[in-house]
């Protein structure tokens, strides 16, 4: 039943959305969103510093414009991850990695909301060493990621072609069901920054989703494939989103320790998979797809 009604009508929505996400006009209207939230985000801060808003709030200062559009600009990373897992799986999880690698940077950058008006040195020596932490976790992560891609090989799950596309169709069910998630999420985050005034950026409560996500798809994968390497390395994402799931809610300098940990930790998964793929091929190949 799920196969034959959902599925394809699931896929043709998805596929609807993704093609109106990866137009240029879609990026062009994210990028001018992104300044306007920026200089909106300034003057909240001011009118704040005024006292002149018609609601409470957890303003402190003009740096509240930074974090309000790194997060808008996570929010949208968020939304490419979605579009990007029906494709690869393997591709997901690198986009995932890029999100923490965001959400680090936005960490730092975050520090400067402990910083007095005009920027002083005095009682800065904690939020500095946060913001380092947090910057060299980044760039680490950055860098293994940049090292996993080159490295990464697609593997095609199924044997047959329509085995395969129905795989696909499952994960752009999973995908629409995240989307649903994600929308919902965001509406409940807006509604408790004005009615609350304060901004719940709910990406631990996400990432939670998309574990149990990860996990179905894996199950799923099952129906199609019992070889060991395979599963074996679905499995592995999987723990790999469960260690960036862990990593955001770790106290500083653990965070960034976590997010490295997690990254090295699907590069040497990688590097595994390839030596036993190359093995195997010289017996038994293992056919290789996009």
Known sequence: MLSKLVLPIASRWFDLLEKYWE????????????????????????????????????????????ELAFTLLLLTELLALIFVMPNSVGVSVGKQLEILSLILIRSAFKEFSHFEEPVIWNNLDGPVLKMVADAFGSLSIFVVIGVYYKTQKRIRLTESEEEHQQFKDFKKFVALLLLIVFIIIGLFDTWAFFEKGSYLSSFNTFYTVLIFSDILIVLIAMR???????????????????????????????????????????????????????????????????
Do not use: C, W
């Open 23 to 66: 137009q240029h006009h879609t990026h062009e209207m994210i990028s001018r969103l992104l300044v306007y939230a920026f200089i909106a985000g300034l003057i909240i801060a001011e009118l704040a510093g005024r006292h002149l808003l018609p609601f409470d709030h957890n303003i402190h200062n003009h740096f509240f414009a930074v």
């Open 224 to 290: 199609y494939t019992l070889e060991y390497p395979k599963i074996f390395r679905y499995s592995a994402f999987v723990l790999t989103t469960v260690l960036i799931r862990i990593s955001l809610t770790a106290p500083p300098y653990l965070n960034a320790a976590l997010g490295i940990v997690a990254s090295l930790f699907l590069l040497a998964m990688t590097f595994a998979f390839n030596y036993f793929l190359k093995e195997s091929t010289r017996s038994n190949p293992i056919k290789a797809g996009s």
